[in-house]
C-alpha cells in the first residue's frame, strides 16, 4: 500500500492514544491475505448473499469507488469487519487500529437483527402509518436533471437516509443511531442511515494455529467521542429485556476502551486488551470463541441470542485463562459468553428500494455496515527483526453499496409481510 495516500496520512493524525499489550512486536499478513481489486468483488467477499442478489453484476453505485479507479486497495473481504478484524489481529500478532465508528456500526447491526425480530414490540418507536409503506424515490424529482446512470449517488444514498428519517417518531431516536464523533465522515452518515433504514423495514420497504496478543492497539479520534458512545449505550435499555442484558456486556467493555486513554501503559489496561479473545476445541469438534468479543455477537444473523448464562460455569468457579478448557471471562460483574467461530454474526445490513427516474423503475438494495478490513504497514520493527515493509497491521473497514436486484430475488427483497 502506498503510504503518501493522503487517506492513510489523515488516519495517522488522529490516531487518538496507543496501548501495547503484548510485549513483542506484529507479524506481518500471510502471503494468502491477498486484498480485493474491485468494489464488486469486496460485495462478493463481504455480503456473500447480498451479492448472490445483484442482476448481471450490476453493481451501481459504492462508497468504495476508490478501489475501482486504484486497483491497489490494501482491502480484505469479510462478513464483519470489527469482529473478525479483531480476532484476526489477536490470534496473528497484528496490530489493530479502530475507530469509533468501527465499534458503532457493529453494535447498530446487531441491534437491526433485534429490531427486526421484534417488530410489533417496538412498532412505537418506528412508524406513524399503519401497514408496511412502500418507499420509492423518485430521482428526477428529488434531485432534479439527473439520471439514473449518471447520477450523484452518493449524494442519492445520503439524500434517501433523511428521507427514511421522517419515518421515525423519536427525534432523539433518530440522532442516536448517527455517529457524530470527531472521526466520522459522509460516508459514514450515509453507513448509519441505511443500516437505520434496514432496522425499521418489518414497517417500511424501500422501493487453524492461534498464536495470540495484540502489539498495539490505536483508538483513533479523542477520548471524548468514545465516552459519547458509552453514553449511548443507555439508550438501549428501552428496546426491551434482551437489549437491557446486552448493555450490561457492552458497558465494560466500552468503559475500558475510555479508560484507555487515562492510563494506556497499566497494567490493568494492557491485561484487557489481551482478554479480546480466546479459542477452544478444534479437531473433530467445533472451535469456540470468547473473550469480550463476544459482546458484539450477541444475536445471530436469525435473532436468536447467543449470551445463556445458564450453559457457561460461573465466573466464581473458572478463572479466565489462555490455558483454559472452559474460559469465561467476567468484566465489572457481567459474564460473557462464547459462540462457536462458524457463527460470527454479519456485521452489514441490506434494505430494498424502488428507483424511479422519469418512469423508468428499477429495482435495487443498498447493502452497508463494517464490511472487511483495510491492511496496512505500521513501519514499526516486526516480531522476527528487521525492516518491515510488510502488511502487518488491521484496521476494519466500513461503506456501502448500492446494486440492482436480479429478477429471481424481486419477491423475497420486496415482499410485504
Not at 494492557?270 to 473473550?291: R, V
Request: proline share 5%; with cysteine; hydrophobic share 35%.
Amino acid at each position: 500500500m502506498d503510504s503518501s495516500n493522503p487517506a492513510i496520512k489523515h488516519r495517522q493524525l488522529r490516531a487518538g492514544v496507543r496501548v501495547q499489550p503484548a510485549a513483542h512486536g506484529a507479524n506481518k499478513l500471510a502471503k494468502t491475505a491477498i486484498p480485493v481489486q474491485t468494489s464488486t468483488e469486496l460485495l462478493q467477499m463481504s455480503c456473500s448473499t447480498a451479492y448472490q442478489e445483484i442482476c448481471n453484476d450490476h453493481l451501481i453505485h459504492s462508497s468504495f469507488g476508490d478501489i475501482d479507479a486504484e486497483g491497489d486497495s490494501g482491502f480484505l473481504g469479510t462478513e464483519n469487519g470489527f469482529v473478525e478484524g479483531a480476532i484476526l489481529a489477536y490470534s496473528n500478532h497484528h496490530h489493530l487500529i479502530l475507530r469509533p465508528e468501527d465499534i458503532w456500526f457493529t453494535i447498530l447491526v446487531q441491534l437491526n437483527i433485534y429490531i427486526n425480530e421484534h417488530p410489533e414490540d417496538l412498532r412505537s418507536m418506528f412508524r406513524t402509518h399503519e401497514g408496511r409503506k412502500q418507499l420509492t424515490f423518485d430521482w428526477s424529482k428529488d434531485l432534479a436533471g439527473s439520471a439514473l446512470f449518471g447520477a450523484d449517488w452518493a449524494r442519492f444514498a445520503y439524500q434517501i437516509g433523511k428521507t427514511f428519517e421522517k419515518n421515525i417518531i423519536d427525534p432523539s431516536l433518530r440522532e442516536w443511531f448517527m455517529p457524530a464523533f470527531s472521526t466520522t465522515t459522509k460516508s459514514d452518515q450515509t453507513t448509519a442511515r441505511i443500516i437505520m433504514m434496514s432496522a425499521s423495514q418489518k414497517w417500511s420497504s424501500y422501493g487453524d494455529s492461534i498464536m495470540c496478543g495484540l502489539p498495539s492497539v490505536t483508538l483513533l479520534g479523542c477520548k471524548d467521542d468514545w465516552e459519547k458512545m458509552l453514553e449511548r449505550l443507555e439508550r438501549l435499555k428501552g428496546f426491551g429485556k434482551e437489549p437491557s442484558i446486552w448493555y450490561g456486556l457492552l458497558k465494560p467493555v466500552l468503559t475500558k476502551f475510555v479508560e484507555t486513554f487515562d492510563s494506556p501503559d497499566s497494567g490493568n489496561i494492557k491485561e484487557f486488551w489481551q482478554k479480546i479473545a480466546h479459542y477452544t476445541g478444534g479437531g473433530s469438534g467445533p472451535f469456540y470463541l470468547s473473550g469480550w468479543i463476544t459482546a458484539f455477537c450477541f444475536w445471530n444473523d436469525e435473532g436468536w441470542c447467543f449470551h445463556r448464562p445458564g450453559q457457561n460455569p460461573s465466573h466464581e468457579d473458572t478463572t479466565y485463562s489462555n490455558e483454559g478448557p472452559e474460559p469465561v471471562l467476567s468484566l465489572d460483574g457481567a459474564r460473557y459468553h462464547r459462540i462457536e467461530t462458524k457463527d460470527v454474526p454479519v456485521g452489514w445490513a441490506s434494505v430494498p428500494v424502488t428507483l424511479n427516474d422519469n418512469g423508468q423503475i428499477t429495482h435495487a438494495a443498498i447493502t452497508a455496515g463494517s464490511v472487511g478490513m483495510q491492511i496496512s504497514s505500521s513501519s514499526l520493527k516486526l516480531r522476527s527483526g528487521g525492516e518491515n515493509t510488510e502488511f502487518d497491521t488491521i484496521q476494519p473497514g466500513s461503506g456501502w453499496w448500492l446494486y440492482e436486484i436480479s429478477e429471481c430475488h424481486l419477491e423475497k427483497a420486496f415482499r410485504t409481510e
